[in-house]
């Protein structure tokens, strides 16, 4: 099924594709990839690579005045889908109010150097370009100057044995403040690789195409894809090299205002989403991206505490009974939750455990454990082995309250000699008041209203996941209908 009524609302092509016969008539290289049928219509074979080449370089000239070559063998974008991601950071840049002198990291820029020259000539934005292949890197220095755009755009070359992706090239440029950091990192696992594609020795060394033998009920891709194997795999995948992104932002935190990256697996959206909601103060949300048949999406996350990451911060309202914030500081005492007044109409609250959850299991825990001895259920014991593991090394890298695993073992019971003894021993090296325990942080604002006996309060994020937010915006709507409100 199409996406392209998903497209980015601002995105040239959205409703009206590329016309391919206008561009035959203007082209000479695209022309000849052309076929015409009887009917008139111009048709493009894109299981050909080359075909793919001068559409893109085509594309590029007319409706953006840039002239770029693509080495053969290396990956050739697809300039929408390059194009909503560009436009998505454009509308956070936007809502955060930066639109003067912006400057931004194209995180493996690749032979095109696409991103940092699209983003120089529609926005005017400034680009700090980095790559670990020689070869691209001196590819992207020819683009840049071949279009003039050597003033908005510096390509770097970085090491490929660094474990940092981020963190040495901005401490190069101490004096700077980027206001964002891009990247479309490797999809597959290094192992991956010659499952999903073959190798190409005929367009060079290490060049793998997706254009490979298969079996006749297997769905053939509906456009080539010819590219080396670093822009295609990494070791650990898109999760390891984003992970990393993450590492370096830790350190850096607001050297980066608004730290991107795309990835193309949804599965990977679960690991790099708990990753970040184990930091402090830290903001994240994620976005689609939509073209073709093709569904990318975009992981944003800052360290900046006014900021949003979503380009459409969404409307977070509640409206309960007046007075409403005296209402909700009720609720949530009732949850533990801790409340720092900041004036008469606004209130942050910060909860460290997640207790609005599982409400109706706690409450008939307590009612079991309310019944006279004779009704409660009777815990059947167990005396076979039991093991346990709780984590293993030093308990310094646990993040949860279960702490870090040390001893388990049994031994016959010297009371009698059908039952055992067992001893598990643990440890909690994390203490309770420890600051990346904090799970949601949130503002609670009261709202301008006319009503008298209702009023209306905003919520807004401040740090945690997202979702729990929802959460607990259900359960406190749960709690006004469960009282007739």
Known sequence: MSLNRDMHPRNPYKGKPPNFKELALEFDEFRKHCSISNAGKVYVNFHEDSAIRALARVLLKKDFGLDVFFPVGTLVPRIPQRLNYILHIEDILKVNNVNDKVSGIDIGTGASCIYALLGAKMCGWRFLATDAEESSVNSAHENVSRNGLSDKVRVAHVDADSKFLLLDVVSKFADVTFDFCMCNPPFFE???????????????EDVYTNQKQREERTTAP?????????????????????????????????????????????????????????????????????????????????????????????????TCPAPSLAWISQQMRDLEASEFRETNSSV????????????????????????????????????????????????KDSFTEAGSF????????????????????????????????????????????????????????????????????????????SVGV
């Open 190 to 204: 290094s192992m991956e690789i010659e499952n999903r594609f073959s190798l190409d020795s005929a367009r060079g």
């Open 222 to 318: 509906r456009s080539a894809t010819v590219a080396s194997r670093g822009e295609l795999g990494i070791e650990g995948g898109e999760v390891a090299f984003v992970s990393r992104i993450i590492d370096d932002s830790i350190v850096l935190r607001d050297r980066v205002k608004i730290y991107t990256s795309m990835l193309g697996r949804k599965q990977s959206l679960t690991p790099l989403r708990r990753r970040l909601e184990r930091l402090v103060d830290v903001k994240f949300a994620v976005s689609t991206l939509n073209q073709g048949r093709t569904q990318r999406w975009i992981l944003t996350w800052t360290f900046v505490p006014n900021f949003s990451v979503e380009p459409t911060p969404p409307r977070l309202n509640l």
């Open 348 to 395: 942050v609250y910060e909860c460290r455990r997640v207790t609005w959850t599982r409400q109706r299991a706690r409450r008939r825990a307590r009612a079991i454990l309310a019944e006279p001895q004779l009704k409660r259920a009777r815990w059947l014991n167990c005396d076979n082995g039991t093991q346990v593991s709780l984590g293993t090394g030093d308990g």
């Open 406 to 481: 040390c001893i388990c073992r049994r031994w016959p019971s010297a009371a009698s000699e059908k039952n055992f003894d067992v001893e598990v021993q643990a440890y909690y090296p994390v203490e309770p008041n420890s600051n990346w325990l904090q799970t949601l942080r949130f503002r609670v604002t009261l709202a301008p209203s006319d009503g008298i006996s209702m009023e209306k309060v905003n919520f807004e994020l401040l740090s945690g996941a997202k979702t729990h937010l929802h959460q607990l915006l259900q359960h406190l709507r749960n709690s006004l209908a």
